[in-house]
């Protein structure tokens, strides 16, 4: 009797052992070999760890509707950031997850925009939010992540700009396959080890690529002012546009007459490292 009751706690011990291991959310890191590839519809026993700049690779296989498809993707880095500084007024409600993506189709056959990576994001409170690669495209002093079918070989990379509510924290960031019914499987967890769980006021990993498009955009947007001769009211109105984008304007207190006008040389101020902070005027 008492050997019949040992064996029944042993099988209870080990069915509750087993719920409490299904229950869990465990992430594992990739074998040597390099098994960063998954294919839609598989088990995912265990979510893979995705380091930075590591390729993975999403198989959609062949059904009896569908063709087999293959993509390959990268993140080749991320960043949080409390607004965009070629973008004055996002900020006002957001924050922003901006992610370097690049996708190719390594099949045979045509890849739909559609089954590009899903994002899933985790907070810090337990809330998950699902984005794709087409957000923040209204970014676009950012963003340069083209969303377009791909023929076999074809591929696609740029800045992905990811909109997140104002004071938003980042927990865990997933990669999944597309899935029209929002059936997750979690295959790849990236690596944001380096991220900072809240933005910050300025690029902590992807800075010399954001450096590098604000500049672009800036010596756009205020070319009239780079080593040219302007009057007294293009000077004026200027103003208020350098300081929209937190640029300094010396001086700052140009005013204009109709009947007295008056010129300016407007060039570029240059921090030590080169970044433009601001348009200096000088009288002629």
């Known amino acids: 009797m008492k050997k019949a009751i040992g064996l029944l706690l042993v099988l209870i011990l080990a069915l509750v052992g087993c719920s409490d291991k299904d229950a869990e959310t465990t992430t594992k890191e990739a074998s040597p070999k390099g098994d960063y590839t998954h294919i839609d519809g598989d088990e995912v026993?265990?979510?893979?760890?995705?380091?930075?700049?590591?390729?993975?690779?999403?198989?959609?296989?062949?059904?009896?509707?569908?063709?087999?498809?293959?993509?390959e993707f990268t993140i080749q880095g991320v960043d949080f950031l409390t607004s965009l500084e070629t973008e004055p007024y996002a900020g006002e409600q957001n924050d922003f997850l901006v992610m370097d993506f690049s996708v190719k189709n390594i099949g045979e056959n045509?890849?739909?925009?559609?089954?590009?990576?899903?994002?899933?994001?985790?907070?810090?409170?337990?809330?998950?939010?699902?984005?794709?690669?087409?957000?923040?495209?209204?970014?676009?002093?950012?963003?340069?992540?083209?969303?377009e079918d791909l023929l076999p070989g074809g591929e696609t990379s740029g800045l992905v700009v990811i909109p997140l509510e104002e004071g938003a924290s980042i927990k865990s960031i997933f990669l999944e396959p597309f899935d029209i019914l929002g059936e997750f499987e979690y295959?790849?967890?990236?690596?944001?080890?380096?991220?900072?769980?809240?933005?910050?006021?300025?690029?902590?990993?992807?800075?010399?690529?954001?450096?590098?498009?604000?500049?672009?955009?800036?010596?756009?947007?205020?070319?009239?002012?780079?080593?040219?001769?302007?009057?007294?009211?293009?000077?004026?109105?200027?103003?208020?546009?350098?300081?929209?984008?937190?640029?300094?304007?010396?001086?700052?207190?140009?005013?204009?007459?109709?009947?007295?006008t008056k010129e300016y040389f407007a060039e570029f101020i240059r921090d030590g490292n080169g970044k433009i902070t601001g348009v200096k005027f000088t009288e002629q």
């Open 187 to 260: 295959p790849f967890a990236l690596d944001i080890s380096n991220l900072r769980e809240t933005a910050s006021d300025s690029p902590t990993q992807l800075t010399e690529t954001l450096n590098e498009k604000r500049e672009a955009f800036l010596m756009e947007e205020f070319a009239e002012f780079d080593s040219k001769v302007v009057d007294d009211a293009t000077a004026s109105f200027a103003i208020s546009r350098l300081q929209n984008y937190n640029l300094i304007a010396e001086p700052n207190d140009i005013g204009f007459n109709m009947h007295d």
């Open 110 to 147: 045509k890849v739909s925009y559609l089954d590009y990576p899903t994002v899933i994001i985790h907070n810090t409170t337990g809330q998950e939010e699902t984005y794709s690669l087409e957000e923040g495209l209204q970014y676009d002093s950012v963003s340069s992540f083209s969303k």
């Open 45 to 71: 026993k265990e979510t893979t760890n995705l380091p930075i700049g590591q390729t993975a690779t999403f198989i959609y296989p062949k059904s009896e509707f569908l063709e087999e498809k293959k993509i």
